[in-house]
């Protein structure tokens, strides 16, 4: 069940489309120079994980999927039923052979997963970027976040010029329940340099199993939450194509 790892948890991060590499950041919150390019990383087909416990009960569903009171905001439940189930946030049997701790982005299945020790893995449904804004290779979380302020870089700025008012200039977007990086932002490093990619919260659930992202990895509010609190510091991050 697990997939041959064609990358070194030391390569670069990595760009699909290197002409893009300054338009890729759209979810950034920061500045700064371009990710590095370099070779494009290759994986086999999309990994495959079978369920550990049975699949969440309406019940469960509603709860998980429930309104949430976080820091003064009250994040509006979501209407699950209209989410494709597979994209639930539930444990399953591993299917990465990464360690413990480390965080895995299967783009071509729309799954992020949480390696956890015991042969057991946590997966969400997320949305990814849209074709050309993809990416993918290896990084650290070096940072994390709650109700992050949303910079977006001018190249996003340029393209749409109405979200000038949130430009790194006027001091960007404060955290809030329409900010696009929703209740949490975990923010990817790679080789000690800002890649500007982001793991982040979303209050538009009609995104997840989509890519309609500018190449960030999007969670739904309640899941960013849950896998928020549950990643260590420094934890290592795998995005395959």
Same mark, same amino acid.
């Given at each position: 069940?697990?997939?041959?790892?064609?990358?070194?948890?030391? @390569?670069?991060?990595?760009?699909? =489309?290197?002409?893009?590499?300054?338009?890729?950041?759209?979810?950034?919150?920061?500045? #700064?120079?371009?990710?590095?390019?370099?070779?494009?990383?290759?994986?086999?087909?999309?990994?495959?994980?079978?369920?550990? &416990?049975?699949?969440? &009960?309406? =019940?469960?569903?509603?709860?998980?999927?429930?309104?949430?009171?976080?820091?003064?905001?009250?994040?509006?439940?979501?209407?699950?039923?209209?989410?494709?189930?597979?994209?639930?946030?539930?444990?399953?049997?591993?299917?990465?052979?990464?360690?413990?701790? @480390?965080?895995?982005?299967?783009?071509?299945?729309?799954?992020?997963?949480?390696?956890?020790?015991?042969?057991?893995?946590?997966?969400?449904?997320?949305?990814?970027?849209?074709? #050309?804004?993809?990416?993918? #290779?290896?990084?650290?979380?070096?940072?994390?976040?709650?109700?992050?302020?949303?910079?977006?870089?001018?190249?996003?700025?340029?393209?749409?010029?109405?979200?000038?008012?949130?430009?790194?200039?006027?001091?960007?977007?404060?955290?809030?329940?329409?900010?696009?990086?929703?209740?949490?932002?975990?923010?990817?490093?790679?080789?000690?340099?800002? &890649?500007?990619?982001?793991?982040?919260?979303?209050?538009?659930?009609?995104?997840?199993?989509?890519?309609?992202?500018?190449?960030?990895?999007?969670?739904?509010?309640?899941?960013?939450?849950?896998?928020?609190?549950?990643?260590?510091?420094?934890?290592?991050?795998?995005?395959?194509?």
């Amino acid at each position: 069940m697990s997939f041959e790892k064609t990358i070194s948890r030391r @390569t670069f991060l990595s760009l699909s =489309a290197v002409t893009a590499a300054s338009t890729l950041a759209g979810c950034a919150s920061t500045s #700064g120079t371009s990710p590095m390019a370099g070779q494009p990383v290759s994986f086999p087909n999309p990994i495959r994980a079978f369920q550990t &416990t049975p699949a969440p &009960t309406d =019940a469960e569903l509603a709860v998980m999927y429930g309104p949430v009171e976080d820091s003064g905001f009250l994040i509006p439940a979501v209407p699950y039923q209209q989410i494709d189930p597979r994209f639930y946030r539930q444990q399953v049997i591993d299917p990465t052979g990464e360690r413990p701790g @480390t965080i895995v982005v299967d783009t071509p299945s729309r799954l992020l997963y949480l390696v956890q020790p015991g042969g057991t893995a946590m997966r969400y449904g997320v949305g990814i970027g849209r074709e #050309g804004f993809a990416w993918q #290779g290896t990084g650290v979380i070096q940072w994390r976040q709650k109700w992050p302020r949303w910079k977006p870089p001018n190249e996003m700025v340029a393209r749409q010029p109405e979200l000038v008012k949130y430009s790194i200039e006027n001091g960007g977007m404060e955290g809030g329940l329409k900010n696009p990086l929703g209740a949490r932002a975990l923010y990817i490093f790679s080789g000690g340099e800002d &890649t500007l990619y982001r793991l982040h919260g979303n209050p538009d659930w009609r995104s997840i199993g989509k890519a309609v992202s500018s190449g960030c990895v999007r969670l739904l509010n309640q899941d960013v939450i849950d896998l928020y609190d549950r990643v260590p510091n420094k934890a290592p991050v795998v995005v395959k194509q």
